[in-house]
């Protein structure tokens, strides 16, 4: 058959024939183009209106195109109209021949209105189609009169119009021999898809011209149009309606091609916008899906088999609050503009936060092939639910979801830190291979996530439309200090070590590769070793230790590893980490107990040093410091070191005296370590000497007479904190009691009463834990001993106070306003030893007075005691007043505490 002169037109799939259809030139020749411009059709036309110019085809010698100035065609309602243009149609009968004219048809654009005639010729008999109706004409292919009108003020009126007509026809009677079934069977059987099943099979009689050599030719033809699967096709072939031959076909399937682009926005709801690429959305074509590119371009052959929606290989979005966008494709280029999809403000914003989730997430995807190609293969693509009914959040639950805007917040499905966090949520959980998915490092993990894309230590500006970012991971939050037991707020504590590492990283390596390389290469270290750390699965106290082990290089973590010490340092700002909580040397010393006179006492503590390489220092020395007047004066001894162990000696001491000591160790570079910390703030504490007991309890039973008050500040839910019962860690607090299991403390945290206790006293309260009265009659002198833990911000602030019956007998350390950071921070169970008078009777209360500022553990206390002393009887008599200090000094040891003792105590009252 003919199908030889074919275009072998292959595109896109080797298996697909586009073919092409039958077109001629038009020429545009100006010497033609003067001489057809004379014809008496056009010369007429141009009588009536003289504004008109026209471009006319060769062929035929009509006005392909001719435009002017409006000719009014009054009232746009398609009846009038059509009525108007026919008549003005015979009104120049020799321009447009009516008569070879099939029907008017109008359809109503946003640019103007188009009205179209085909040209027909006139059949000598008529003939069946295949469905048994009777045809009378042929239309003439792509031939005939096209009409363009603008409106203005609700009348149209005609601006240009096409004339492409064969005039060959005009007076022509056409007759068909073959019928329409032959011309179907031929063109499905012996056509380009022979063995496919065809469908949609439609026919028409038209007249084709075809340039051939020799001239034009205008043939008579069966049109059949049919559609089959394999391969894809919307066949149009033609056969002869006289012959019967096959003489062109070819495949209508189109190429659609373009590219889709995103008006979002850039980062968060501040107004800047950004276009980008709407990448890797799936396009669902009848032939197979296919996906945009790089470029947010496509191409494929036919029809869509579905809308083309927000959906593609990294993500899907999903709008909550109605229909979801359907991507109308045009081909060429298209931005997507919320602005432009509706005229309703609130539509306009659901839209934009369908479109910003699309490519805010094809965003951390692109992030994730390179440092976490591993969780793009376990988790390839998110389902993500834009603009849920509530306010202010966004939440992770395998899904990505996020709420609309209202009550003082942006939508979060439009700020792009909040994409990234939710997702981040999924990467910890893709990402793990051992350890627990804990919730704290999850927000923590989250909030990393989004400022490796952000670069910014603010965590989503503009959350409120105020503009306020919701989290900042810039400031130093500490551990175990600052964990509040809400995960966002403790993540920042993990957050902000990984910023730190970040910087120490940066100034690691533009030391040694020069500013702009040495950031770039900082960034890509941190991101991998971030994700490294980060599979085993640590808790927030061991994330440094996991930084550690990811960051090793030799399977030795005994030699350090490439970025230790600025782990060291960046996790040390934050209290994890060997520096965190000790600093570079770790001192460690169990208290030394209750003494007898008559000897010394000695000290033994052990040392570590951590990350010794991270620092050029050497030890330079260690001693003790001790006093035996209540911390009015310090007397030092020196501590050998030998092998990390510290040893020394406190000298004897008389009997009946407390003695306070602290350890310190400085290094060649004068960084000064203390144990306790606080020194002189917090020492350790020792009795010397004989006495009985006259009443302990380790708290193991309830109460005991103990009862507790808020006396000063507002009645509240945990105004009066205290609580007898287990400390779980929270606010400074111990983790367990000092024995047993159960101690008395200022709120213990956790969950009670249906509240979330975190562990630290209240803002402007004054309240009070008191023991119940007990008998001391008999003695001269007593000692109130007790196990302590307390953390209590600086006196000047905030006290912690004991009393004995009404006199205040303790309190904390207080410095000045202009210091007023000297907290009083026990870091393990202290012993706490308290001497008085001989009393009958007495009763021993705690209290916590708290100021509007800070706030801390407050007291955690255990194991308490009451002792009596009985002296010997010859040094009750008190001394007379002269001479008394001169013999007490030179003469004995005893008295001299026991003078102080004294002195002290009068002070305190
Ligand atoms: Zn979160």
Redesign the pocket.
């Known amino acids: 058959m003919l199908i030889c002169f074919l275009l072998p037109s292959f595109a896109f799939r080797a298996d697909s024939f586009q073919g092409q259809e039958p077109h001629r030139i038009v020429n545009n020749r100006f010497y033609e183009q003067h001489l057809l411009s004379q014809s008496d059709s056009w010369s007429d036309f141009l009588s009536d209106y003289d504004s008109w110019d026209a471009r006319f085809d060769s062929n035929s010698g009509f006005p392909l195109r001719a435009w002017g100035k409006g000719i009014a065609m009054g009232e746009v309602s398609s009846t009038h109209l059509t009525g108007e243009l026919l008549g003005f149609l015979s009104n120049h009968s020799e321009l447009f021949h009516p008569k070879s004219l099939g029907e008017l048809q109008v359809n109503h654009g946003r640019a103007g209105i188009y009205a179209h005639l085909e040209q027909h010729v006139s059949l000598k008999e008529p003939v069946l189609d295949s469905q048994g109706r009777k045809i009378e004409q042929a239309s003439v292919w792509r031939a005939g009169v096209d009409l363009f009108l603008k409106e203005v003020d609700g009348e149209a009126k005609l601006t240009m119009f096409g004339v492409e007509l064969y005039p060959e026809l005009f007076h022509q009677e056409l007759v068909v021999t073959l019928s329409a079934q032959e011309a179907i069977e031929i063109a499905t059987r012996e056509g380009w898809a022979p063995f496919s099943e065809h469908y949609d099979v439609k026919e028409r009689l038209v007249v084709l011209p075809i340039v051939e050599a020799g001239g034009l030719q205008l043939k008579l033809a069966w049109e059949i149009k049919s559609k089959t699967k394999n391969p894809v096709g919307h066949w149009v072939a033609f056969v002869d309606a006289v012959q019967g031959d096959l003489f062109h076909i070819f495949n209508e399937v189109r190429f659609l091609e373009g590219s889709l682009f995103a008006e979002h926005d850039t980062r968060t709801v501040d107004g800047d916008r950004s276009v980008s690429a709407l990448r890797n959305l799936r396009i669902p074509a009848e032939e197979g899906t296919v996906h945009t590119d790089e470029l947010g371009g496509f191409s494929f052959l036919g029809d869509l088999q579905e809308d083309v929606l927000l959906r593609g290989i990294r993500t899907r979005v999903f709008n909550a609050s109605g229909d979801e966008l359907v991507l109308e494709l045009n081909g060429g280029e298209q931005v997507w503009v919320a602005e432009e999809l509706s005229e309703d403000t609130a539509t306009q914003e659901e839209l934009i936060a369908e479109l910003d989730q699309y490519v805010f997430q094809t965003y951390i995807y692109d992030w994730a092939d390179i440092y976490a190609p591993h969780v793009v293969s376990s988790w390839p693509r998110t389902d993500v639910n834009v603009n849920l009914n509530d306010v202010c959040n966004?939440?992770?639950d395998g899904e990505l979801n996020f709420y609309k805007s209202g009550e003082g917040c942006n939508n979060t499905g439009r700020i792009a830190d909040v994409s990234y966090?939710?997702w981040?949520?999924g990467f910890h959980y893709y990402n793990l291979v051992s350890g627990v998915y804990d919730g704290t490092m999850?927000?923590g993990i989250?909030?990393v996530v989004a400022f490796l894309q952000t670069e910014d230590h603010r965590i989503s500006p503009y959350f409120t439309t105020s503009g306020d970012a919701i989290r900042n991971v810039s400031r130093n939050r500490v551990y175990p200090d600052d964990v509040v037991n809400e995960?966002?707020t403790d993540?920042l504590i993990f957050g902000g070590a990984v910023w730190d590492l970040w910087d120490a990283m940066d100034e690691k390596y533009t030391a040694e590769l020069g500013e702009e390389e040495g950031l770039i290469e900082s960034k890509e270290q941190l991101q991998h070793l971030f994700v490294k750390a980060m599979e085993s699965g640590p808790e927030l106290v061991t994330s440094y230790e996991a930084f550690l082990f990811a960051d090793d290089d030799n399977a030795d973590l005994s030699d350090g590893t490439p970025h230790l010490c600025e782990l060291v340092d960046a996790f040390g700002e934050h209290g994890l980490g060997p520096k965190g909580q000790e600093g570079f040397y770790s001192l460690s010393h169990e208290p030394i107990g209750p003494q007898l006179e008559g000897t010394s006492y000695t000290i033994t503590a052990n040392l570590q040093q951590n990350a010794a390489d991270c620092i050029d220092a050497q030890i330079a020395g260690a001693a003790i410091y001790f006093s035996t007047d209540d911390g009015l004066n310090w007397s030092t001894q020196q501590l050998s070191i030998t092998d990390d162990v510290l040893q020394g000696n406190i000298p004897e001491q008389s009997s009946h005296q407390s003695v306070l000591y602290y350890l310190e160790l400085k290094d060649t570079e004068g960084r000064i370590s203390r144990l306790p910390e606080g020194g002189i703030i917090n020492p350790f504490q020792f009795y010397i000497g004989e006495r009985e007991e006259i009443f302990c309890t380790d708290f193991e039973e309830w109460s005991e007479g103990f009862t507790h008050d808020l006396l000063a500040g507002q009645q509240q839910e945990g105004a009066d904190d205290w609580m007898w019962g287990t400390p779980i860690g929270y606010g400074g607090d111990p983790d367990s009691a000092y024995s047993g299991i159960y101690v008395w403390g200022n709120d213990l945290g956790g969950e009670i009463n249906g509240e979330s206790y975190n562990g630290e006293y209240q803002n402007d309260k004054h309240n009070r834990l008191s023991s119940p009265f007990y008998d001391t009659s008999g003695y001269d002198r007593l000692v109130i001993e007790f196990k302590r833990w307390l953390q209590v911000e600086d006196g000047y602030y905030d006290q912690a106070q004991i009393y004995i019956n009404s006199d205040l007998a303790w309190t904390n350390h207080e410095s000045r306003s202009e210091i007023g950071d000297e907290h009083h921070k026990d870091e393990q169970w202290m012993t706490h030893v308290l001497l008085t008078e001989g009393h009958s009777e007495i009763q021993v209360s705690w209290d916590i007075v708290s100021d509007a500022g800070l706030t801390m553990g407050g007291w955690n206390i255990d194991d308490f005691c009451i002792y009596g002393v009985s002296l010997p009887k010859e040094k009750v008599k008190k001394p007379d007043e002269k001479g008394c200090s001169h013999i007490a000094f030179e003469q004995s040891k005893h008295y001299l505490g026991f003078f102080v003792m004294l002195f002290l105590y009068y002070r305190r009252r």
Do not use: K, P
Request: no cysteine; charged share 20%.
């Open positions: 966004a939440y992770f966090h939710e981040g949520h999850s927000e989250a909030d995960v966002h993540g």
